[in-house]
């Protein structure tokens, strides 16, 4: 898998640059010692995913945020998946954030894409306690304007994308840990039957799309999940259009609930669909290779359980890449959750996704060839930087090796190589007479750049 792209739309080429020149003559340069980071080629599968859960009869899909939607994420949104969720787009709060006022720019961007891309959507959410806008939260509302509002808003927004959507997460998270219902705005102030109402008035603007039940710790079976359980099947006794429960699937490394098939299957046999709406498995950072082969086997699991069982529809993850990603923002010393690094690299479990769902990774040549980035100088302004590429039991007879700076690092001028930068996103390929790298030989390239307030060495990947 390539990943060269970048994510502003501005790429331009490199230009020398006299300012380092005269930066470099202040005393006191810094030397800092070289060899650094090492990458090596990453593996992707031969197919992609979604090919893959395609033949598989799945889908597979990822949240996204949708000014994220170009370069290299775009790339790997568009290629890898055949669903694709809005992270935040369609929440109440995003849509109308002043009553009457609607914004659906980012949610209609989505759609387009997931269109142009031949992919699913699969809307989120209409009813839940969180994300909704200050002036219904703060409002002062009796049973029948609530009521009202609720279906206004849910009509509304279900008809703007009826018929373009495969399924909603009609309401979202509407238990407690013991199985009692949450105590929120809409229990309080419609009762219990809020969530069949909403069922019925979304089914009503859409009767096409899969309507859901969507929550979180419910993927084992437990007293939560049981309660859902209970809820789905009273639901379906009273002929309420209920097509599918969600399970979410925050979990947490080496914790994936043994019970999962078994849960997935009670719940299919009662006649509903299951999706894995928004998983991801996060660990303490920092991350390491046994980690990371621990949360490979945690993403084969999921994804094999819900291959197991044919009613189970699809797997999402919440954010395809750790740089895109809620959980380091919540659980403070916890991420690297999804199954691309930050740098848009596939981490082990992305091999082990492909595994589950029947691909095979190209293996790994007995040889490899590493590509090395360090600092060579660095002044209060710039530094110089340069890149090796090395192989050992391997060749290669062109190259091009990409990172992301991540603290506004800027290049400014490179030798031996051609180099891009789009935002943050910079790209180099060999020059005409240095692409070959024979056995057991290496090429180097060099490059001076801005920096200022720090200068984070970047993870480099040879593509
Ligand atoms: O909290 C994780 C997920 C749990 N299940 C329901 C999902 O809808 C929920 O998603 C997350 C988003 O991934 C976050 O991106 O929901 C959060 C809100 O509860 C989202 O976080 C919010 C931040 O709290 C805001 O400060 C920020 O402005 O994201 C917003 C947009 O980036």
Redesign the pocket.
């Known amino acids: 898998m390539r990943t060269s792209r970048t994510r502003s739309t501005r790429t331009r080429p490199l230009r020398g640059s006299l300012r380092r020149r005269v930066a470099a003559l202040f005393a006191g340069a810094v030397t800092v010692a070289a060899l650094l980071a090492a990458g090596t080629t990453a593996h992707a599968a031969d197919a992609p995913l979604r090919d893959l859960a395609a033949a598989k009869g799945k889908v597979i899909g990822t ?1 996204v ?1 949708g000014s994220k939607l170009t370069g290299t994420y775009g790339t790997i949104a568009g290629g890898q998946f055949n669903s694709l969720t809005p ?2 787009a369609m ?1 109440w709060g995003t849509v109308e954030p002043t009553r009457g006022s609607f914004n659906w720019a980012e949610a209609d961007q989505i759609v387009a894409f997931a269109q142009a891309h031949n992919q699913q959507v699969r809307g ?2 209409l009813v ?1 306690h ?2 909704n806008p200050s002036w219904l939260t703060n409002g002062t509302w009796t049973t029948a304007e609530l009521s009202a509002l609720l279906q206004d808003h849910i009509t509304t927004e279900v008809t703007r994308y009826k018929g373009k959507l495969a399924a909603w997460d009609v309401v ?2 509407p238990f407690n840990e013991d199985g009692t219902y949450r105590s929120t705005l809409w229990y309080n102030g419609l009762g219990a039957d809020y969530i069949a109402q909403a069922l019925t008035w979304a089914h009503a603007a859409d009767p096409s799309a899969k309507l859901y039940i ?1 929550d ?1 710790n419910v993927e084992g079976v437990n007293a939560k999940s049981t309660a859902l359980y209970n809820l789905v099947k009273s639901l379906k006794a009273r002929g309420v259009p209920i097509d599918g429960v969600g399970l ?1 699937a ?1 979990l947490i490394l080496g914790q994936v609930p043994g019970t999962l098939q078994q849960n997935i299957q009670r719940f299919a046999d009662l006649g509903v669909d299951v999706a894995v709406t ?1 998983l991801d498995i996060r660990m303490q950072l920092p991350s390491d290779s046994t980690k990371l082969a621990q949360q490979a086997a945690d993403y084969k699991a999921v994804f094999d359980a819900c291959v197991a069982v044919t009613r189970c529809y699809g797997v999402t993850v ?2 395809f890449t750790d740089s895109d ?2 959980i380091p ?2 659980f403070s010393g916890y991420g690297a959750a999804t199954p691309y690094d930050e740098n848009y690299a596939p981490k082990p479990a992305y091999g082990a996704i492909a595994a589950s769902l029947g691909g095979t990774t190209t293996p790994p040549p007995t040889g490899a060839c590493t590509v090395t980035y360090s600092v060579q100088t660095q002044w209060n302004t710039g530094f110089t930087g340069q890149v090796r590429i090395a192989c050992s039991g391997a060749a290669l007879s062109s190259w091009k090796v990409n990172w992301t700076y991540g603290a506004g690092q800027q290049i400014t001028q490179a030798w031996n190589a051609t180099c891009t930068q789009s935002g943050a996103a910079v790209s180099c390929a060999n020059a005409s007479y240095n692409g070959s790298v024979p056995d057991g030989g290496s090429v180097t390239f060099g490059f001076n750049a801005s920096w200022s307030g720090s200068n984070p060495v970047p993870t480099v990947t040879l593509g």
Do not use: I, L, R
Request: hydrophobic share 20%; glycine share 8%.
């Open positions: 949240a945020t992270g935040n929440k989120h959410t839940w969180s994300q979202n998270e969507n979180y979410q925050h928004e919440w954010g990603s809620w923002d919540v």
